[in-house]
């Protein structure tokens, strides 16, 4: 048994590309990278083909996170179809899946903060137009998230 897991953001530079690494990060670590594959997109179109924003990726990189190879790109009504599950990243990227979500799809669709044991929020904030902090608070989340969601995905396997 496989699982496959998208991450969704707004602009795919910056929240769902870091939950993809982190995540991966921790699927590897559990030696379970034959058995859970990862994406992560946009629900919006701008920074289609664009490497992650330059101050996500050195907030990652001094967690030792790399994702200089990644690529954005725009999340589609396919991806229903590639996917078992689909996590939005925060209440609007969820609205805007759900419009997309095709009736006969039978995966899951839902907030990745749900999966998070620690955090007092069910959204990841957008940093893009805030501070350096931002971008910390960004990876705190997606750790928690991603160690919950590890652990329940591993019922599935
Ligand atoms: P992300 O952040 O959704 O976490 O990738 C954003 C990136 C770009 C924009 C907004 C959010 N933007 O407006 O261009």
Not at 19 to 41: K, M, N, T
Request: hydrophobic residues 40%.
């Amino acid at each position: 048994m496989t699982v496959s897991v998208l991450f969704v953001c707004l602009g795919n530079i910056c929240r769902s590309p870091t939950a993809e690494v982190v995540f991966r990060q921790r699927v590897q670590a559990a030696g379970l990278e034959d058995r859970i594959r990862i994406d992560s997109a946009g629900t919006g179109d701008w920074h289609i083909g664009k490497a992650p924003d330059p101050r996500t990726r050195s907030a990652a990189q001094r967690r030792g996170y790399q994702m200089d190879s990644l690529r954005a790109r725009q999340v589609s009504a396919r991806d229903f179809d590639d996917f078992d599950v689909v996590l939005a990243m925060d209440d609007a990227n969820l609205a805007d899946l759900q419009a997309m979500r095709p009736a006969q799809f039978g995966g899951v669709l839902g907030r990745f903060l749900d999966y998070a044991r620690h955090a007092s929020v069910r959204e990841v904030p957008d940093p893009y137009y805030g501070g350096e902090d931002g971008f910390d608070r960004v990876l705190d989340l997606i750790e928690d998230g991603a160690e919950g969601l590890l652990d329940s995905l591993r019922e599935r396997l």
